[in-house]
């Protein structure tokens, strides 16, 4: 998923009556943001106008005081596809080249399941109509406990992704400015290093934006540039005598569990598919848009993954717009616009952290006080994340190991376990064994993943200290 997305805006409304005309969700990547966005920024603008609201965390309401939602079919797949694409296209060609031919079958298979654990979700959010996201399927399965281990997780996965953008940030201003020199005689950064903080500084402003029309519009962008970077990939094949002639492996064993990782980085954006539930104006249909999704994101990350493997072969990078040939105009753009999505993605990934700070402070502060404090905070966050990821520049190790690590649990094995729960006294043995299995399968994959990512994290650091 560019990760977990706020790529859709839908409407799912404030109970209170003076502030529903405002009341509109943002949905978030996958790596998305995205529950707790829902919450908070549903009634965003009823807060900054001082209005009472009973949208939040701890009021229960009825889904009968909802306004009616009216999102139609067209447009919930057109939603949950933008949502599932993102920072993990990248990968996949890297992913298939070292994973062998065979591993596409694991790609595949592991985008059915997310959509059959999608489909669970819905099923939860129909059985309790007062859940309406990913932590209170959590807290209805499990009571608090279970909204506290979903939140972890969804903000661990936040924290990650964001750590993963900024390297490719790193790594693709690189790539554009090569042969630039920079130097400042009171810092050891190197030229890639002093390009990224100059990047980060520019988008740091956007961390203080409060109106929601403006994060919306970071959101299309963000799109866009995702279809841009396909779009030119697809181009190099075809318009820039890059010949596709290489081999791929048959199957490399060894690998798959660290590109299992990157796999189901690609497929995760379970965090946001309540509120698209929520959104759609015939729930029903849930399943069916599940299926249509992520039907066409498979076979477009199948294909770019089969497209950049074959062009470029054993030498094809963790992210493919590093491999394609500089000299082009396609790649400038792919380059460009790589460069450029990383930094529409910071407001948007860490505007529920800030709303949840913000609606934590004194109702009695003033609203310029508070948008200080959220912006401040906001700034120190995205600043230590810049430091780490100059700190461990490994862009495939740290996508990998969010990948097992985080949204294995997130995709797969909470949505498996919290339908059993809840469902336990009506659920049939096929199914039980099904789930089952597929908890088993999610745990496997997540423990081997992140034991191979991080070993191989290690040996980067190891090597890049030595020399």
Not at 277 to 282: E, I, L, T
Not at 404 to 424: D, N, Q, R, T
Not at 429 to 434: D, V
Request: a positive charge; one cysteine or more; glycine letters at 8%.
């Amino acid at each position: 998923m560019w990760g977990k997305k706020w790529k859709s805006i839908g409407k799912l409304p404030c109970p209170d009556s003076d502030c529903l005309p405002h009341c509109n969700q943002v949905a978030s990547e996958t790596v998305h943001a995205a529950n707790h966005a829902a919450q908070w920024l549903s009634c965003d603008v009823c807060v900054e106008e001082n209005k009472i609201c009973k949208c939040q965390k701890g009021i229960e309401t009825d889904v009968d005081h909802h306004v009616k939602a009216n999102g139609s079919f067209a447009h919930a797949v057109i939603n949950m596809s933008g949502m599932l694409i993102g920072l993990g296209q990248l990968s996949t060609p890297y992913a298939l080249e070292n994973g062998g031919w065979a591993s596409s079958f694991l790609l595949v298979g592991l985008g059915v399941i997310c959509a059959y654990s999608s489909n669970l979700l819905g099923k939860c959010l129909d059985k309790n109509p007062k859940s309406r996201n990913y932590t209170d399927i959590g807290h209805y399965a499990f009571g608090t406990k279970g909204r506290v281990t979903a939140a972890t997780f969804i903000y661990l996965e936040i924290f990650m992704a964001l750590v993963s953008y900024t390297i490719s940030l790193h790594d693709n201003l690189s790539t554009v400015f090569l042969g630039t020199h920079l130097k400042l005689s009171w810092t050891n950064l190197s030229t890639s290093q002093l390009l990224t903080v100059v990047a980060v500084l520019v988008a740091l402003p956007s961390l203080w934006l409060r109106n929601l029309s403006s994060i919306s519009f970071l959101s299309t962008g963000g799109i866009i540039m995702s279809l841009i970077i396909f779009t030119m990939v697809a181009c190099t094949g075809i318009f820039g005598g890059v010949k596709s002639n290489h081999t791929i492996p048959a199957l490399q064993p060894h690998n798959i569990p660290a590109i299992s990782g990157l796999f189901i980085f690609s497929f995760a954006g379970h965090i946001v598919f309540p509120n698209l539930y929520m959104a759609m104006k015939d729930p029903s249909k849930f399943t069916k848009v599940s299926i249509v999704s992520f039907t066409l994101v498979t076979m477009l990350y199948t294909s770019l993954a089969f497209m950049g493997a074959k062009l470029y072969g054993p030498e094809v990078s963790s992210q493919i717009t590093l491999s394609m040939p500089r000299s082009l105009i396609v790649t400038k753009i792919a380059l460009w616009a790589t460069v450029l999505t990383p930094m529409t993605k910071y407001a948007l990934e860490f505007a529920p952290f800030a709303m949840q700070l913000e609606h934590s402070l004194p109702k009695s502060m003033k609203s310029s006080t508070k948008m200080v404090i959220r912006g401040g905070v906001g700034s120190l966050l995205l600043l230590a994340i810049l430091a780490l990821a100059l700190s461990v520049p490994y862009f495939e190790h740290v996508l990998s190991l969010t990948g097992s690590l985080v949204s294995m649990g997130i995709c797969i094995i909470f949505p498996c376990i919290f339908y059993i729960k809840i469902f336990w006294t009506q659920i049939s043995k096929p199914i039980l064994i099904l789930n089952v299995v597929l908890i088993a399968f999610g745990f496997l994959l997540g423990v081997s993943g992140t034991i191979s990512s991080s070993k191989s994290l290690v040996r980067s650091l190891q090597r890049g200290h030595s020399t």
